[in-house]
Each structure stands twice: as structure tokens, then as C-alpha cells.
């Protein structure tokens, strides 16, 4: 009886590790993404002085589609 609730908490720390480290994958993931996004979009001039513009608004979403049918992590 004893074996067997070693094992179960030897499983269920071997869950615990899985599923902690799947996290820091997927945190890792998503920093690499907005670090690929930060080099990629730069915008222009007017659009860092002006951000609320509609035309600045345009091109930054014209720009994230474009990466986002690009980005491969």
C-alpha cells in the first residue's frame, strides 16, 4: 500500500513538472513572437508621433496580418 501512494505522488509530481514546463513553452513562445513582431514592424514617422490616425491604424493592422501570415516560431 505504501508503493502504491509513492507511486501515485511520484506521477502526480511527473504531471505537475509536464504541465509547468509546457507553460514556460508556451511563455517562451510568445515572447519570441513579440520580439519577431517588435523587429518586424516599425511604423512610420508620422505613426509614431501620431498613433490614433486612421491611415496609422491601417497600416499597423495591414502590417500585423502580413506577420502573421509570415511568423513560423
Known amino acids: ?3 502504491q ?3 501515485e505522488q511520484r ?3 511527473r504531471q505537475e513538472l509536464e504541465k509547468d514546463w ?3 513553452q508556451i ?7 513579440e520580439a519577431a513582431w517588435q523587429s518586424y ?3 512610420s514617422p508620422i ?4 498613433n490614433v490616425r486612421a491611415d496609422c491604424a491601417n497600416e ?11 511568423y513560423r516560431d
Open 60 to 70: 499597423h493592422m495591414r502590417a500585423r496580418r502580413a506577420f502573421e501570415a509570415e
Open 47 to 50: 505613426c509614431r508621433l501620431d
Open 27 to 33: 511563455e517562451l513562445a510568445a515572447k519570441r513572437k
Open 41 to 43: 514592424y516599425k511604423p
Open 11 to 13: 506521477r502526480q509530481i
Open 1 to 3: 500500500m505504501l508503493q
Open 22 to 24: 509546457q507553460r514556460q
Open 5 to 7: 501512494q509513492k507511486e
